[in-house]
Each structure stands twice: as structure tokens, then as C-alpha cells.
């Protein structure tokens, strides 16, 4: 098996899709712990642009990122369909639950090896590794994304420093 194929196969699998704007992103099911309407969100002093806050979470500070902030998107008004997703991000020695505050919530996908293409090459200047790859599904074409990627190991580091000083 090529390193191409080895990379596919792992990349199949079930998938939550979300919406920022008209793009749909999907996340690897295994990293979402629970899905919750928007609800009040803390602000923190001094934390990067992309957090909106915190909030409790059945007695857990869990930190909130802004997906459109964090993607350069254009700010708008939430709806009764802003969702925040909790997920797990794994890095080194770390595990966080943090937020992330979509648009809204499709549906749960199982995507195959099949219907799964590598990132295309957008020039020197884009960094698209926290995008596993773009899926092909009913029609639509999904952004497969690696939270991990996303959320850098300086962003759970920092989170985790919000959510501690929240609770204190």
C-alpha cells in the first residue's frame, strides 16, 4: 500500500459535519464528546482573538473558540442555529475539551476511503494541513478537518491556561 492509500484509509470513517457560512466541515466523530445549543459565554480578559470565553459545563470551564475567527471569516450575528461542538484534542501529554462555536450542525456522515481526495494545492503561500482531505457526498464537497491541526498545541496550552484561570 502506498503511503497515499495508507493515508486514505485513515481518513474513512464517520464524520460530524458542521457549516461556517456556505461551507460544510466534517469532524472525525470520535473527537466530538457531546453538541449543545450557544449558551451564555464568559468572556476572559487577554486571550486570543479567536476565544469567545468560557463557559460550565456541568461543573467543568470549558474554553470557546470562534470557528470564523479562528478561519479569518467575516463576523455574524449568532442564530438559534449556533452550536457549539465540544471535542477532545489530544497533543503531547495534554487532553483538552474546548468548544467550537459553528454556524450550525448537519448531520453525522460515514464517508469512504472512495469518496475521499487530498487537499488541493493552493501555492506557497496557503498552509492547509489541518484540512485531512475533501470528501464528496451527497452532491456536496466537505471539508474533512484535523482538529488537532487546527488547534495548535500553543492554542490547548493557552486554552488550558483560560479555563484554569476561569475557574479560579
Given at each position: 500500500m502506498s503511503a497515499e492509500n495508507k493515508?486514505?484509509?485513515?481518513?474513512?470513517?464517520?464524520y460530524l459535519t458542521f457549516k461556517l457560512g456556505s461551507e460544510e466541515y466534517g469532524i472525525v466523530i470520535m473527537k466530538v464528546k457531546?453538541?449543545?445549543?450557544?449558551?451564555?459565554?464568559?468572556?476572559v480578559p487577554r486571550t486570543p482573538?479567536?476565544?469567545?470565553?468560557?463557559?460550565?459545563?456541568?461543573g467543568q470551564i470549558i474554553p470557546i473558540v470562534d470557528m470564523r475567527k479562528k478561519f479569518g471569516m467575516e463576523d455574524v450575528d449568532d442564530?438559534?442555529?449556533?452550536?457549539?461542538i465540544v471535542v477532545e484534542v489530544s497533543k503531547a501529554d495534554t487532553i483538552q475539551e474546548i468548544g467550537i462555536v459553528v454556524d450550525s450542525v448537519s448531520?453525522?456522515?460515514?464517508?469512504?476511503?472512495?469518496?475521499?481526495?487530498?487537499?488541493?494545492?493552493?501555492?506557497?503561500g496557503f498552509d492547509a494541513e489541518f484540512i485531512m482531505g475533501m470528501a464528496k457526498a451527497k452532491g456536496r464537497v466537505i471539508s474533512l478537518l484535523s482538529i488537532e491541526q487546527i488547534l495548535s498545541t500553543e492554542d490547548v496550552v493557552s486554552l488550558g491556561k483560560v479555563a484554569t484561570s476561569a475557574e479560579e
Open positions: 493515508g486514505a484509509a485513515t481518513r474513512a470513517g464517520k457531546t453538541i449543545i445549543g450557544l449558551m451564555e459565554i464568559t468572556k482573538f479567536f476565544v469567545r470565553g468560557v463557559i460550565n459545563l456541568r442564530t438559534r442555529e449556533t452550536t457549539i448531520e453525522v456522515m460515514d464517508i469512504e476511503n472512495e469518496n475521499i481526495d487530498d487537499t488541493p494545492e493552493f501555492g506557497s
